[in-house]
């Protein structure tokens, strides 16, 4: 397999000693602590989530520390730096695009104040512990490509960040676009050095399907490997024209769990000067139809009839508010890397083969 991004650059400055992952029991959290735990084993991880996140074996909790809470409670976002000198956070946890969609009160208490208890905590935790000047802790914020919408953000649209505005179309981009607008004004402040970036559909995600309006984007591969049925919500027979034009904007796992590493190492003057602090992840354009023929490559005929078609108007509603293509110029420009534009999809395909289900039956 070709494209496996490379992760030299994954190297911590000498003063962040620990860094904080939220939604370390979600998949992208999980996969970060995985990477971390390889990639730099000298740093201590503290790992929380609203459940008890994976310590991976690790037992030493001057290396790992699990910490079950929900950071929707000040009080206990504030003990979680209790003690600790935090120089790094990757803000990761979050409900997704469908459940925020369907429920208006979770989405905004969890994407947006529970994610403002960890930003105004780390700011006052900085100041506590002396992590100012060229010290201060590095904020990631890990946002969506939902923050845009409107005019010029259809499926079969092209999106230039530099010329298209943000008009999100669902209560998840708004949530996100908030965030990021917060994000942005605590490095403008000097308070913190912050970062967020906004990830394009991650597939092919193992376990169960999730809330987000994308899941299908995993499931149409990973269900069907495993003899398992599944359904494309967005066309209702093979032959349905949405088939080539649904397209969605998407990166492989490794691709992106790099990615989001390296925003914590980025240095500061990598941001164009004066255009935020926001970053769209590089991803790859793909239609459900290039999907259906990786999973017929690599299923064969048997995994393809596993497939059912059956329109779900939340799930088209949220779809159509997203563009199937954005330019990544800048984010490349700044040490992001990107999948292969023909094989991408197809390489998310064999790494979910070769991780996650060790193969395939003969
Ligand atoms: N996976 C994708 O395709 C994708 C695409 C764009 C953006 N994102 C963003 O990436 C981040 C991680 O996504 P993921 O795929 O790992 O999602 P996930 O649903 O697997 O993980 C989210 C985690 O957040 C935790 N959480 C929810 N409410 C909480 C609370 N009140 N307190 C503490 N923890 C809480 C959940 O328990 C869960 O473990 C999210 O912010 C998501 O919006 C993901």
Redesign the pocket.
């Known amino acids: 397999m070709s494209g496996i991004p490379t992760y030299d650059a994954i190297k911590f400055p000498e003063h962040i000693r620990t860094i904080l992952i939220?939604?370390?029991?979600?998949?992208?959290?999980?996969?970060l602590t995985q990477l971390l735990l390889k990639y730099a084993p000298d740093v201590k991880l503290l790992l929380?989530?609203?459940?008890q996140?994976p310590t991976f074996g690790v037992s030493d909790e001057s290396k790992l520390k699990a910490v079950k809470?929900?950071?929707?409670d000040t009080a206990a976002v504030k003990s979680l730096f209790e003690g600790e000198k935090i120089g790094l956070v990757y803000?990761?946890?979050?409900?997704?695009?469908g459940g925020s969609e369907a429920n208006f009160e979770l989405g905004y208490?969890?994407?947006v104040d529970?994610h403002l208890n960890v930003l105004r905590a780390t700011h006052a935790h900085a100041t506590e512990t002396g992590q100012t000047g060229d010290k201060k802790p590095v904020y990631v914020f890990?946002?969506?490509?939902?923050i845009y919408g409107g005019p010029g953000c259809g499926p079969l649209d092209h999106v230039d960040p530099r010329k298209t505005p943000l008009y999100p179309g669902t209560s998840?981009g708004i949530e996100?676009n908030i965030m990021e607008l917060y994000v942005y004004d605590y490095g403008r402040k000097g308070y913190l050095d912050t970062r967020s970036v906004?990830?394009?559909?991650?597939?092919i995600?193992s376990?169960a399907p999730?809330?987000?309006a994308?899941s299908f984007?995993s499931g149409l591969i990973r269900e069907p490997l495993q003899n398992i049925r599944t359904t494309l919500p967005i066309a209702s027979s093979p032959s349905d024209p949405n088939i080539n034009n649904y397209p969605l904007y998407c990166t492989k796992v490794t691709t992106?769990l790099r990615n989001i590493a390296y925003a914590g190492v980025m240095p500061e003057s990598a941001f164009p000067a004066g255009e935020g602090r926001s970053i769209n992840l590089p991803g790859v354009r793909v239609t459900p139809g290039q999907m259906l023929e990786a999973l017929k490559k690599y299923g064969g005929d048997e995994a393809f009839k596993l497939v059912d078609y059956k329109i779900d108007t939340a799930v088209q509603a949220i779809c159509k508010t997203w563009a199937g293509d954005y330019d990544s110029t800048i984010s490349q420009g700044m040490g992001f890397q990107v999948d292969d534009k023909d094989e991408g999809y197809n390489e998310a395909v064999e790494e979910f083969i070769e991780q996650e289900l060790g193969g395939l039956k003969k």
């Not at 939220?22 to 996969?31: C, E, L, R, Y």
């Not at 929380?48 to 459940?51: E, I, K, L, Q, R």
């Not at 803000?91 to 695009?97: E, K, N, P, T, V």
């Not at 906004?198 to 597939?203: A, E, N, S, Y």
């Open positions: 939220t939604g370390a029991g979600g998949f992208v959290g999980q996969k929380t989530d609203v459940v996140p809470a929900d950071l929707g803000a990761l946890h979050g409900i997704m695009s208490a969890v994407n529970s890990v946002s969506s490509l939902a998840y996100k906004r990830l394009p559909t991650v597939c995600r376990g999730s809330s987000a994308s984007v992106v």
